[in-house]
């Protein structure tokens, strides 16, 4: 199974792929897992707040904390080779 992040820019969220695109109809034959993160504008997919303990922002906890989660569920299997990562810009 493919797995497709798509990521949404600043100011949007999640909803701008499915409001703007064609995504939910062009995976819908396909063997592909659609994955839209929710996540707060501009954050930049990152922890920022740390958790209150400050310091730099964590910008690996989507990919190392989601994606092991969502593949050991649903795949792409242990080569990962078929996944992408669309990022809409973050201006409008």
């Given at each position: 199974m493919a797995v497709l992040w798509l990521l949404h820019g600043g100011p949007g969220d999640r909803t701008d792929w499915t409001a703007n695109t064609h995504v939910e109809e062009l995976a819908a034959p396909r063997d592909v897992l659609v994955v839209l993160?929710?996540?707060s504008?501009?954050?930049?997919?990152?922890?920022?707040?740390?958790?209150?303990?400050?310091?730099?922002?964590?910008?690996?906890?989507?990919m190392d904390e989601l994606r092991p989660l969502l593949e050991s569920h649903y795949g792409p299997g242990p080569s990962?080779?078929?996944r992408a990562c669309p990022w809409a810009a973050s201006g409008r």
């Open positions: 993160p929710r996540t504008p501009c954050s930049g997919y990152s922890d920022w707040y740390n958790s209150g303990g400050g310091g730099p922002p964590a910008w690996e906890n989507l990962g080779r078929w």
